[in-house]
């Protein structure tokens, strides 16, 4: 039972342009959700999160957005670069838990 | 600088061999965590730690335990290692807490078993 989604396993973007990567859950007692950044051979690296009370947070390039209705966050990445190559994991936190349930990934390339 | 390492980069073990993983962190996080990696399936929890010698399950505890003995370090155990063990292996350390603190990642060790 997979918790937290994401179906696209892939995505090309154009260097410049905006990249936006989607995650969808079906628990509404998660906390908070977070995104990671792997690259191959390296453990992934935290990039944003953001709490379950706001619908946005913004850290420089990268933005993530909050649908609580419709139990959906995305992650926009403004102007994309090629070093954003990489594979990108939405996790989410459960109410109470020490746990984070993770989705299965999107690997994103930016083409220069 | 932050720092989560792993006693292993690559390792290839034999069916039927005890395996050990070692993850050390210098944050003085007390949340550790063990991780399995493989394709189409992200990352899937295994166990984690919340405190010295306090453990829990996590969703594919199955032929694997896990000892933790200093604050700092973090073990995972085949106890006889098998071919469905193969995989990446990632240790991760945070905060304490279900405040969606973030966590700090390992560079993985890949294990092969043959």
């Known amino acids: 039972d997979q918790q937290v989604k994401q179906n696209s396993p892939s995505l090309s973007v154009q260097e410049g342009r905006i990249s936006i990567l989607n995650c969808d859950y079906t628990?509404?007692?998660?906390?908070?959700f977070l995104w990671y950044k792997k690259y191959p051979a390296e453990g992934p690296t935290f990039l944003i999160s953001i709490s379950s009370i706001k619908d946005k947070n913004e850290d420089g390039r990268f933005t993530v957005f909050l649908n609580k209705s419709a139990k959906h966050l995305s992650l926009h990445i403004v102007p994309s670069q090629p070093g954003d190559s990489a594979v990108y994991f939405c996790a989410a936190t459960p109410s109470g838990t020490y746990k984070y349930i993770f989705g299965t990934g999107t690997r994103l390339k930016v083409l220069a | 600088d932050v720092k989560v390492t792993q006693s292993s980069r690559y390792l290839v073990k034999r069916t039927g061999e005890k395996v050990f993983l070692e993850c050390v962190q210098d944050?003085?996080?007390?949340?550790m965590f063990w991780y399995r990696q493989d394709p189409g399936l992200g990352l899937r929890l295994i166990y984690f730690s919340y405190d010295v010698k306090m453990k829990e399950k996590g969703d594919i505890p199955e032929g694997y335990s896990v000892s933790r003995e200093k604050k700092e370090r973090f073990s995972l155990i085949l106890e006889s290692a098998s071919t469905n063990q193969t995989s990446m292996y990632l240790c991760a350390s945070s905060l304490p807490g279900s405040l969606g603190y973030e966590q700090y990642f390992g560079p993985g060790t890949r294990l092969t078993v043959t």
């Open positions: 628990n509404s007692m998660f906390d908070y």
């Open positions: 944050m003085d996080h007390e949340n």
